[in-house]
């Protein structure tokens, strides 16, 4: 079993960050280019919500089928893939709060690599880009929720 696992320190509420990640439109704004997201389903974050998505990596279409878990609504939650490229994942989002407007957000991933040639090839590319992925996660959190922290929060883009 596959593990990562990245930190992010946010000059934000834990109301405002808990309130940008149950926006069912976050990922689009988490997603680094050159890679597209296609939302086809996204109901409201809550306990065995469902979300499906493609990934598009160039002219390459990734189909992906999450479902929600370990709901809370201030400290996090974790998606399962439940169709995509991988035999396993799982990603759990966890929020902490440091201080009245400092939170850490914590992501840990568990993964397999799919099994077959194709999702095996896509899944291992994904795994060697994670760092990128959350770096460039952790710099938009920063950017949009830092931005708010001394207004009203995320408001959505």
Known sequence: MKQYTHQTYLKASIDHVAKFHHDPQAI???TPPPVFVQIHRA???AENSKAEFTFWLGPIPVRWKA???????MHGFTDTQVVGPFQFWAHRHAFTE???HSTLVIDEIQAEYGTNLWSGLISRIMWLNLP???GYRGWVMKRLLEKHSSEN???GE
């Not at 479902?67 to 609504?73: K, S």
């Open 98 to 100: 440091l201080g009245a």
């Open 43 to 45: 109901e409201p974050l």
């Open 132 to 134: 990128i992925l959350f």
């Open 67 to 73: 479902l929600h878990t370990r709901v809370d609504l």
């Open 28 to 30: 689009k704004f988490l």
């Open 153 to 155: 929060g995320y408001q």
